[in-house]
């Protein structure tokens, strides 16, 4: 964990340069560049409020922004594994060639997907204010929670983006991990809807910590428990210190099977 | 300086034969059931017991066939391999010129590019920022620097390439045969900067095909052939010997092909 850190301060420059060059490749060629990071958020929250807002109904009020407050971690979540399960194999021309830090791929697909989430979240307070929600104060804790999110990514980044240089199924294997993971966190739904017996399932997923906060903060304008905060924030150190040990132990033979 | 910039005690590197590897989780399944000993793979020894000194200052030439374990040597001084046996110490800092422009990304300019090559090289963005001027200069790209370098032609490619690589100011260079690229104009250039980097009492080694080179720039020479060294001697000897055990050395025209 402290060699976490210690390396990203050393090679702070080259992980936000190789995160800024990732957004910019995603957004060069575009006339409105840049303004599709707040545009694209924008639009399908839009759609999603028409959608439940009018067209379906259900029993919860406002239902677009219980869906948002929690769908918008989760995408950042499932788009920062994407890009960085890929990120050891597809730089193979790189470090076959020259000494570099492998770390800083993984880390720098997490980075830009931060900064893509972080500009999400302000289509968000805009929507809730043209929807006439209340701006709960509790936003100002959101701080908390994107720890243990962020934390709870980059350790999975460091796992899958390691062992996919072994078993390159692995990037397959992550898109369905992540769908079935989609609908067993109770993102689409409330954990009320569920019979308590099976709560015991669910409470076996690290994902329902991390997300909690999120919903409990926008939503529901209240704090989260401090034992569920305290979970969230282990499952981010857990993730991390399992992840990345494993990319740390196999590092040095990573040239050997790209 | 008492230490060599370069010390390889008995260097052996072993790479496993990829094609029996199980690649994907089936195959390792497959496999685990098959209950199939696992030694179908291979090793092949790349490197065998190789040992020698670079003192400071010096510029070595490796020659030999290709695949002989040239550019094996250079990447575990570059670190990018760990030796399998032996021991390898490294003095002093380095700058690959392996696969020149290996992290340039085909959409991002070529200022853009500067930055991050320079990043993955080592230097601080303040250095970077302090050296880019010099760098556009040597290049010779003018105005196409705020091009994407998809839009570049080869020559501008390697030009940027190389330009960054040798701003590094490092106290090793390596020099993997890319010097036979580019225009006869550019090439004078980019030894103008070697021999600078010679003069300046830097380390330098340099892999070349190239009979010509090797007997105008360097101190002494290496003859590596089926990963074993077969002389550590002047670069005239190396090459008598390497005309001896081989055949000829390739001709001038041979070496303009990326290879090693």
């Given at each position: 964990?402290?060699?976490?850190?210690?390396?990203?301060?050393?090679?702070?420059?080259?992980?936000?340069?190789?995160?800024?060059?990732?957004?910019?490749?995603?957004?060069?060629?575009?006339?409105?560049?840049?303004?599709?990071?707040?545009?694209?958020?924008?639009?399908?929250?839009?759609?999603?409020?028409?959608?439940?807002?009018?067209?379906?109904?259900?029993?919860?009020?406002?239902?677009?922004?219980?869906?948002l407050s929690m769908l918008l971690p989760w995408t950042f979540f499932s788009q920062a594994l994407s890009y960085s399960v890929e990120s050891v194999v597809s730089n193979a021309q790189l470090l076959k060639k020259v000494r570099v830090p492998k770390l800083v791929f993984p880390m720098a697909a997490v980075v830009a997907n931060i900064?893509?989430?972080?500009?999400?979240?302000?289509?968000?307070?805009?929507?809730?204010?043209?929807?006439?929600?209340?701006?709960?104060?509790?936003?100002?804790?959101?701080?908390?929670?994107?720890?243990?999110?962020?934390?709870?990514?980059?350790?999975?980044?460091?796992?899958?983006?390691?062992?996919?240089?072994?078993?390159?199924d692995i990037s397959h294997i992550v898109q369905i991990l992540l769908s079935a993971w989609f609908y067993a966190s109770p993102i689409i739904y409330s954990l009320d809807f569920i019979p308590k017996k099976y709560h015991i399932f669910f409470r076996l997923n690290p994902m329902l910590y991390v997300l909690n906060g999120f919903r409990l903060s926008i939503y529901y304008g209240m704090l989260p428990s401090p034992g569920s905060t305290a979970m969230s924030l282990a499952c981010g150190v857990a993730a991390v210190a399992i992840g990345f040990g494993l990319f740390c132990r196999y590092q040095d033979t990573f040239v050997y099977y790209i | 300086?008492?230490?060599?910039?370069?010390?390889?005690?008995?260097?052996?590197?072993?790479?496993?034969?990829?094609?029996?590897?199980?690649?994907?989780?089936?195959?390792?399944?497959?496999?685990?059931?098959?209950?199939?000993?696992?030694?179908?793979?291979?090793?092949?020894?790349?490197?065998?017991?190789?040992?020698?000194?670079?003192?400071?200052?010096?510029?070595?030439?490796?020659?030999?066939?290709?695949?002989?374990?040239?550019?094996?040597?250079?990447?575990?001084?570059?670190?990018?391999?760990?030796?399998?046996?032996?021991?390898?110490?490294?003095?002093?800092?380095?700058?690959?010129?392996?696969?020149?422009?290996?992290?340039?990304?085909?959409?991002?300019?070529?200022?853009?590019?500067i930055l991050i090559n320079g990043l993955l090289l080592g230097l601080s963005k303040r250095e970077i920022q302090r050296l880019e001027p010099a760098i556009i200069e040597f290049a010779e790209i003018g105005d196409f620097i705020d091009a994407p370098v998809k839009q570049?032609?080869?020559?501008?490619?390697?030009?940027?390439?190389?330009?960054?690589?040798?701003?590094?100011?490092?106290?090793?260079?390596?020099?993997?045969?890319?010097?036979s690229v580019g225009d006869a104009g550019f090439r004078v250039k980019c030894f103008e900067r070697i021999g600078n980097f010679r003069e300046q009492g830097k380390t330098i080694i340099l892999v070349s095909h190239d009979a010509e080179q090797i007997r105008d720039f360097c101190d002494r020479a290496l003859l590596i052939h089926n990963g074993e060294l077969i002389a550590d001697t002047s670069p005239e000897a190396a090459l008598a010997r390497y005309e001896e055990v081989i055949g000829h050395p390739q001709p001038r025209t041979v070496s303009a092909l990326p290879g090693g």
């Open positions: 964990m402290l060699q976490l850190f210690s390396d990203v301060y050393r090679y702070r420059e080259l992980i936000w340069a190789l995160a800024l060059k990732e957004l910019r490749v995603r957004y060069k060629r575009s006339v409105l560049g840049f303004v599709w990071a707040l545009l694209n958020p924008l639009m399908m929250m839009i759609i999603l409020t028409l959608v439940f807002g009018s067209i379906m109904r259900f029993s919860i009020d406002h239902y677009a922004i219980f869906l900064i893509n989430f972080l500009l999400s979240l302000l289509p968000l307070a805009l929507l809730i204010v043209v929807l006439r929600f209340p701006l709960h104060w509790t936003w100002i804790y959101l701080p908390i929670p994107m720890v243990g999110l962020f934390l709870f990514t980059l350790g999975s980044a460091f796992f899958f983006a390691a062992i996919n240089v072994f078993f390159r | 300086m008492a230490n060599p910039a370069v010390r390889f005690q008995n260097v052996g590197q072993s790479f496993r034969v990829i094609q029996e590897r199980p690649d994907t989780l089936r195959e390792a399944f497959v496999h685990f059931f098959r209950r199939k000993p696992r030694s179908t793979h291979h090793d092949f020894e790349a490197l065998k017991h190789i040992s020698f000194d670079v003192p400071h200052g010096t510029t070595l030439g490796i020659i030999g066939r290709n695949g002989s374990g040239k550019s094996t040597i250079l990447k575990i001084i570059a670190g990018v391999y760990r030796p399998s046996s032996g021991s390898v110490e490294v003095n002093g800092s380095i700058a690959p010129l392996i696969e020149l422009g290996a992290g340039f990304h085909h959409e991002l300019t070529g200022r853009e590019n570049y032609s080869s020559g501008m490619y390697m030009r940027l390439a190389f330009s960054v690589a040798t701003a590094v100011d490092p106290d090793i260079l390596l020099v993997d045969e890319i010097l």
